[in-house]
């Protein structure tokens, strides 16, 4: 599933407070891996909504 993005920028990119890390390929504009660190999210639950927050 990798092979396709040798020799592609990949990123390590980080949303909500260290909440959820992501791997991404730059020129695919594709997450390749993703994971969520329930440490975060229990902690800063109300940061990480308000920081969803797109039902409003
Ligand atoms: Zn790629």
Do not use: T
């Amino acid at each position: 599933m990798l092979r396709q993005h040798v020799g592609h920028n990949l990123v390590c990119v980080m949303y909500g407070d260290e909440a959820n890390v992501a791997i991404e390929c730059e020129d695919c504009n594709e997450v390749l891996l993703d994971y969520d660190n329930e440490d975060v999210i229990k902690q800063g639950k109300k940061y990480y909504d308000e920081y969803e927050g797109d039902d409003e």
